[in-house]
């Protein structure tokens, strides 16, 4: 695309100072941050909800995915034009308007969000490389941990366009991992129709449906977009230039989601048209077994490949989310080496325990979901506030649009919270 932006320094993403704007940075390709945003949408969460979906379900919840990426297109462009427009991530923002106690229980949310999120994509990695080579999952758990640290340290002595690379190649990486079975198994057109059409059969069906919503619309991708387009972009000026950035920006962030969501499609109607019906399907390994029985050996090692692309990239990605939730509200920076480990021990933990790594991904999945309303509310208040964005704020439509996207969060997870209660 023709349209370019300014590109981070290895300096700003070290930490130092943005530089101002009469010292523009070297112009560079301007899409990029929504690819790196779109790892959090086909991380191993979602590959154990829409697995299990599709498996228990066959085509059932479809209209789940093709919902919540419509939403996920929109939240993450409002975050995306948050962060062009006011030079801040959504975080910062936060920082800026909430008195102390409610900051800190703000930050408090946030963090464990990051935490549920840091917990699927860890076990996620162990589940791959024990699919593929036979690796302990508690020893896989760490391989993915030291990984991703290393990932992270490349990008914060390299830059943040090597990063970027690192991300887009591994969700290159991914996306023929999941989708090469479609090639062996193609779906039924009638049941994806069929798919389409909103409803639920029991409470184990909305538990499923919550689960898909928070491995599909990403509260740690709410928060890390805005920082990741402030950073790409730097200060934007006001006028014809924002509106281009803008502009190209609603490209970046549809071709990002179409790839993402086009992934989450091919894994749960690859389960649908495979494994349904099949017994031991109602875990990761169970499905991988299934698949490369039913579909050769070759596209159960690229799904496998697939998982574990999955699990390194979106662990960085989640890493990364978090450091800026705590700087952007707290305004404190810790070592990279200390958060990694930090957040790396509870995911050991649990797999440590012996407890069915696929069942702990879906309900991370579900603790997501709860976390969707606390990033998307701030979100849409901030983007509407014609004070804090100008001319660029959230015009009726957009406003009417992501208020009911925030309704629909609310109501999926009212209804888990009934179903599960009264037994339904």
């Known amino acids: 695309m023709a349209i370019e932006s300014t590109a981070t320094t290895p300096e700003e993403a070290r930490g130092g100072p943005r530089p101002s704007p009469a010292h523009p940075r070297p112009r560079g390709v301007l899409l990029g941050p929504a690819f790196i945003a779109a790892i959090a949408y086909v991380d191993p969460g979602?590959?154990?909800?829409?697995?299990t979906a599709?498996?228990?379900y066959g085509y059932l919840l479809l209209w789940v995915l093709v919902a919540a990426n419509a939403m996920a297109v929109l939240v993450q462009y409002l975050s995306a034009k948050l962060g062009i427009v006011t030079g801040q991530s959504l975080p910062e923002v936060m920082g800026r308007r909430l008195p102390r106690r409610r900051r800190l229980a703000y930050w408090g949310q946030a963090e464990l969000v990051a935490a549920a999120t840091d917990v699927a994509e860890v076990i996620g990695g162990a589940l791959a490389l024990q699919l593929l080579f036979g690796v302990p999952l508690v020893l896989g758990g760490v391989i993915t941990g030291v990984v991703?640290?290393?990932i992270l340290a490349l990008t914060r002595y390299r830059g943040g366009h090597v990063f970027q690379t690192i991300i887009i190649g591994l969700l290159a990486v991914l996306t023929l991992g999941f989708c090469a079975g479609l090639f062996f198994a193609p779906p039924s057109v009638g049941g994806m129709l069929g798919g389409i059409v909103p409803r639920f059969e029991g409470a184990q069906?909305?538990?499923l449906a919550a689960s898909m919503l928070g491995a599909t619309v990403m509260p740690h991708a709410v928060y890390l977009h805005s920082a990741l387009v402030r950073d790409h972009h730097g200060d934007v000026a006001k006028g014809a230039d924002r509106r281009r950035v803008l502009k190209a920006t609603r490209w970046d962030v549809v071709l990002a989601l179409l790839v993402a969501g086009g992934v989450n499609i091919a894994m749960l109607v690859l389960a649908a048209s495979t494994l349904q019906g099949r017994t031991g399907t109602d875990t990761i390994p169970g499905a991988h077994a299934a698949i490369a029985d039913a579909l050769g050996p070759l596209v159960g090692v690229l799904f496998g490949v697939g998982l574990l692309a999955s699990g390194l990239a979106s662990t960085s990605v989640g890493s990364m989310a978090g450091a800026e939730i705590m700087r952007g509200l707290l305004k404190v920076r810790i070592p990279l080496f200390v958060r990694r480990v930090v957040t790396l021990v509870p995911a050991l933990i649990l797999l440590a325990t012996g407890i069915s790594p696929t069942w702990l991904l879906v309900l991370s999945?579900?603790?997501?979901s709860?976390?969707?309303?606390?990033?998307l509310v701030p979100l849409v208040r901030a983007t509407s506030d014609a004070t804090l964005m100008g001319e660029s704020r959230n015009v009726l439509g957009i406003r009417i649009a992501a208020w009911a996207a925030v309704a629909v969060v609310v109501a999926l997870n009212l209804a888990l919270i009934w179903l599960t209660v009264t037994g339904a």
């Open 54 to 56: 599709g498996a228990q």
């Open 148 to 150: 991703s640290l290393g």
């Open 365 to 368: 999945q579900v603790v997501l």
């Open 205 to 207: 069906s909305v538990l």
């Open 370 to 375: 709860f976390g969707i309303a606390f990033a």
């Open 46 to 51: 979602n590959v154990a909800a829409n697995l």
